[in-house]
């Protein structure tokens, strides 16, 4: 009884297991207890959306929810290293004053109000596709061109890989943009 209580000072763990102070011997049953929160979860590969580096990351997910972002050890450009943006981007998607309703402010109003998502889709959907059949040009000097220049598509650092894949799909193959780029690229 008296050495299991002795042995729960971690000095005397250190001088019975000859450790340094900084292993299993300073640990408290709590600390031992713990569980990399990751553990058991699922991962999916992705890329760092904020810079043109485009580091690997791993991202764990456990019941639909994403429960950390990693560095991908795996990927040639960063080795399992994120910087502080990128070891950071568990929030972008996590954060409590992330904004989740849709924000409208109509022509000369001061006041911002809330839509349904499915109503500014549509509106965004309509004007888009207004202003692509008011501006689209077939040709050009008399050779072919498609292409429409009346609107261009500045994508933010925190899209993800897959969404500005779909953003080139749409705007370039779909609406024959020709003006899409990215910050990250800027
Ligand atoms: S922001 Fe940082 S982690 Fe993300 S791609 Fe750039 S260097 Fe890599």
Same mark, same amino acid.
């Given at each position: $009884?008296?050495?299991?209580?002795?042995? #729960? /000072?971690?000095? +005397?763990?250190?001088?019975?297991?000859?450790?340094?102070? =900084?292993? %299993?011997?300073?640990?408290?049953?709590?600390?031992?207890?713990?569980?990399?929160?990751?553990?058991?979860?699922?991962?999916?590969? *992705?890329?760092?959306?904020?810079?043109? %580096?485009?580091?690997?990351?791993?991202?764990?997910?456990?019941?639909? !929810?994403?429960?950390? +972002?990693?560095?991908?050890?795996? *990927?040639?450009? @960063?080795?399992?290293?994120?910087?502080? !943006?990128?070891?950071? @981007?568990?929030?972008?998607?996590?954060?409590?004053?992330?904004?989740?309703?849709?924000?409208? &402010?109509?022509?000369?109003?001061?006041? /911002? +109000?809330?839509?349904?998502?499915?109503?500014?889709?549509?509106?965004?959907?309509? &004007?888009? /596709? !207004?202003?692509?059949? &008011? =501006?689209?040009?077939? *040709? #050009?000097?008399? #050779?072919? %061109? $498609?292409?429409?220049?009346?609107?261009?598509?500045?994508?933010?650092?925190?899209?993800?890989?897959?969404?500005?894949?779909? +953003? #080139?799909?749409?705007? =370039?193959?779909?609406?024959?943009?020709?003006? %899409? @780029?990215?910050?990250? &690229?800027?």
């Amino acid at each position: $009884m008296l050495a299991e209580l002795l042995l #729960k /000072w971690p000095l +005397i763990r250190q001088l019975v297991n000859g450790g340094d102070g =900084t292993g %299993v011997e300073a640990m408290s049953d709590t600390t031992k207890a713990l569980r990399p929160k990751n553990e058991g979860a699922n991962v999916a590969r *992705s890329i760092c959306p904020y810079c043109a %580096v485009g580091c690997g990351q791993l991202v764990y997910h456990r019941d639909g !929810k994403v429960v950390s +972002i990693e560095g991908d050890p795996a *990927s040639p450009i @960063s080795r399992g290293h994120l910087c502080p !943006k990128g070891a950071d @981007s568990f929030q972008l998607v996590t954060h409590d004053a992330r904004v989740t309703r849709v924000k409208y &402010r109509a022509p000369r109003s001061r006041e /911002w +109000i809330e839509l349904p998502l499915a109503q500014a889709m549509e509106m965004v959907a309509d &004007r888009a /596709w !207004k202003t692509r059949e &008011r =501006t689209f040009t077939e *040709s #050009k000097d008399g #050779k072919p %061109v $498609m292409q429409c220049t009346g609107m261009a598509h500045l994508g933010g650092a925190t899209l993800d890989n897959e969404e500005n894949y779909l +953003i #080139k799909k749409l705007f =370039t193959a779909g609406l024959g943009m020709v003006c %899409v @780029s990215n910050q990250a &690229r800027i």
